[in-house]
């Protein structure tokens, strides 16, 4: 089995939070050190599988933001 493959610390942890991959991670610390995302913006994720960033930013910037993801692949 590859390293990739592997569960560790941050994948697990991804999981147990709710999100698909460990990434998620990589945006809420940009988010803690830049303020990348607020309430109400617009937002379009490129590449956006399998869509822990997505679920994440959607969190971020509430009901009167917007979200739109594109991916070739399918998110669930």
Known sequence: MS???????????AKAEG???RSV???AEAQRRFR???PGQRVLDLGCSP???SL???Q???RQG???GVDLVAVD
Not at 3 to 13: A, E, G, I, L, V
């Open 51 to 53: 869509g822990s960033w």
């Open 25 to 27: 991670f990589k945006l």
């Open 36 to 38: 990348v995302l607020s």
């Open 56 to 58: 994440y930013a959607r």
């Open 3 to 13: 390293n990739r493959k592997r569960p560790d610390h941050w994948s697990r942890k």
């Open 60 to 62: 971020l910037i509430g």
């Open 66 to 68: 917007a979200l739109v």
């Open 19 to 21: 999100y698909a991959a």
